[in-house]
Nanobody, 113 residues
């Protein structure tokens, strides 16, 4: 299981930090990801990070969002800066294990203009 938190309401230009905590060790998962789904749209990848710390970002969030992991705390974070109304969505944490992907419950991010 994954526990995601940190969503909320922000103004355009503001910041939020999302957190994701897996029930098992982070080292069980080769890839940790954040996805989002806006109303009426398909779920899309926002960012991901490998066990080794390599990161990947979707073009709309490059330069504004930062994904990171703290192995000691067994946590993955998504720092979101310079938020835009189009970032409004339900954000999901996902973990790729050996044979399957585990999804957390979503956390809502709403950005007002």
């Amino acid at each position: 299981q994954l526990q995601a938190s940190g969503g909320g309401l922000a103004q355009a230009g503001g910041s939020l930090t999302l957190s994701c905590e897996p029930s098992g060790s982070l080292y069980m998962y080769s890839l940790m990801s954040w996805y989002r789904q806006a109303p009426g749209k398909e779920r899309e990848l926002v960012a991901d990070i490998t066990t080794g710390g390599d990161t990947n970002y979707a073009d709309p969030v490059k330069g504004r969002f930062t994904i990171s992991r703290d192995n000691a705390k067994n946590m993955v974070y998504l720092q979101m800066n310079d938020l835009k109304p189009e970032d409004t969505a339900l954000y999901y944490c996902a973990a790729d294990g050996m044979t399957s992907t585990t999804w957390g419950q979503g956390t809502q991010v709403t950005v007002s203009s």
